[in-house]
């Protein structure tokens, strides 16, 4: 199991994203999650393809971009024209979710799906063995700052084990919402690999601190808890 730390930019200082950028990554940040937010699909509005494009130019992280968006097959090509590496687009708003991942991997980007709290495991059944990555919403997505809602670790598991059935246990899983040193421990056990957090790590004052330590808890976790 190869941990990957994805700080989410939604808890970042925007007046200042460069320096916490620099801050991350001298924390041992892995990759950059964008959060964007379209208003409908979720009830708030972040950022778009001009601010990719600027942090593009701003860190040589890899840029994992996950669409909170009614109509992510228009913005595709667009994100990943600006330097987004990963896409990560909803179940729920993809009558042919098929096609999507394979426009997203034709564009060169890695592609992955997402599932909100509610969302069955059952909804990616049929893509399972075609996805990059598949991210589990712990959180209802919207909002930063929110409460880990605890039966996502049954979730990751259920997840683990369907990909691993389609032949994919290469992909892994991405977790999203309420990470934190009280939570990284269940979450990693459960078989997640790439963990988002933005409020534990932005909203602690020392950016670079609280990465460096959510990363070695999580590493710590993944070798089983041992020294």
């Known amino acids: 199991m190869t941990i990957r730390l ?16 620099e801050a991350v990554t001298r924390g041992g940040a892995d990759q950059v999650h964008v959060d964007v937010m379209d208003g409908h699909f979720v009830p708030n ?10 942090l593009r130019k701003a860190t040589k992280l890899p ?10 097959d228009r913005f595709i090509e667009p994100f990943i024209d600006a330097g987004a590496n990963m896409i990560s687009v909803h179940v729920e708003v993809l009558p042919h979710l098929h096609r999507t991942i394979g426009q997203i991997k034709k564009l060169g980007a890695k592609a992955g799906v997402v599932l909100n709290p509610s969302t069955p495991v ?17 959180v ?4 930063g700052g929110q409460v880990f809602i605890p039966r996502s670790l049954a979730k990751i598991r259920a997840v683990r084990a369907l ?20 939570t990284v421990a269940s979450v990693v056990e459960a078989g997640a690999e790439w963990l988002v957090a933005g409020h534990a790590i932005f909203g602690s004052g020392d950016a670079e601190t609280s990465a460096r330590a959510l990363k070695e808890a999580a590493e710590h976790a993944a070798r089983g808890g041992r020294r």
């Open 6 to 21: 994805a700080p989410s930019i939604l808890s970042a200082d925007f007046a200042a994203l460069g320096r916490d950028l």
């Open 45 to 54: 509005l972040t950022i778009g393809v001009p601010v990719v494009k600027s």
């Open 63 to 72: 840029l994992d971009v996950h669409l909170m968006i009614t109509d992510p």
């Open 122 to 138: 059952s909804a990616i059944e049929e893509v399972a063995a075609d996805v990059d990555f598949v991210l589990v919403m712990s």
């Open 140 to 143: 209802n997505p919207g909002f």
């Open 163 to 182: 990909l691993d059935r389609a032949g994919n246990s290469a992909a892994p899983i991405e977790v999203d919402g309420g990470v934190d040193m009280t």
